[in-house]
Every structure is written in structure tokens, then in C-alpha cells.
């Protein structure tokens, strides 16, 4: 069975800095895109930054030059390294992937892990 698993959220003042980790486990024969998404209180499921199995990556303006995805297809985890966070960072991030598994190609999701940056 495949899981995703966030990791690296917490309490963290306005200016400072978080490595989110996301790793996949389970019969897993390849991973597409990777993605984070974050969901803040009262507000819709947004995507933050994505990166491609080739390592083309985008991300939401609102994060550009301070947020850095990356991916580590050996350990089949994903990296958000996030800097210079402000308060409107506050969410709890998911992350995403397009794994091919003993199951077919299939769009999974993680649990989530939650990011507060107090002013």
C-alpha cells in the first residue's frame, strides 16, 4: 500500500525558515510529479510549488524566491525548503504525487503537516 508522509512542520516566527520532507512508501514503481499544496483556515486547497520527474519546477507567486521544492527520486521524498516566512504562510501543507504502483497510475495524497508562523 502506498503512503505519503509529510514531516518538518511546526511553530516558527515571521522571517524564519522550514524544511518540509515528504516520503513515499509502499510497492512503488515510479513517481511523476510531486507537489505541495496548502490549505489555510476558511480557505481553498491551493498549490504552492511542483516539480516534475525531469525536475522542471513551478511554483505560486506568492511563494517565488522564497520557497525551493526539490526531490530526491532515490528516496522517493520530496523537499519544500521554505524561507523568509510571514504569517499569511500559516496552512496546513499536503503533499501530492503521481505514483505508478502495483495498482496503476494513481494520484495519492499525504495526511498533511502543519506550518504556523507567528508575527
Known amino acids: 500500500q502506498v503512503q505519503l508522509v509529510e514531516s518538518g512542520g511546526g511553530l516558527v516566527q515571521a522571517g524564519g525558515s522550514l524544511l518540509l520532507s515528504c516520503a513515499a512508501s509502499?510497492?512503488?514503481?515510479?513517481?511523476?510529479?510531486m507537489g505541495w499544496y496548502r490549505q489555510a483556515p476558511g480557505k481553498q486547497r491551493e498549490l504552492v510549488a511542483g516539480?516534475?520527474?525531469?525536475?522542471?519546477?513551478n511554483y505560486a507567486d506568492s511563494v517565488k524566491g522564497r520557497f525551493t521544492i526539490s526531490r530526491d527520486s532515490a528516496k522517493n521524498t520530496a523537499y519544500l525548503q521554505m524561507r523568509s516566512l510571514k504569517p499569511e504562510d500559516t496552512a496546513v501543507y499536503y503533499c501530492?504525487?503521481?505514483?505508478?504502483?502495483?495498482?496503476?497510475?494513481?494520484?495519492?495524497w499525504g495526511k498533511g503537516t502543519l506550518v504556523t508562523v507567528s508575527s
Open positions: 501530492n504525487a503521481e505514483i505508478l504502483s502495483d495498482r496503476g497510475r494513481m494520484d495519492f
Open positions: 509502499g510497492s512503488i514503481f515510479g513517481i511523476n510529479a
Open positions: 516539480i516534475t520527474r525531469g525536475g522542471n519546477t
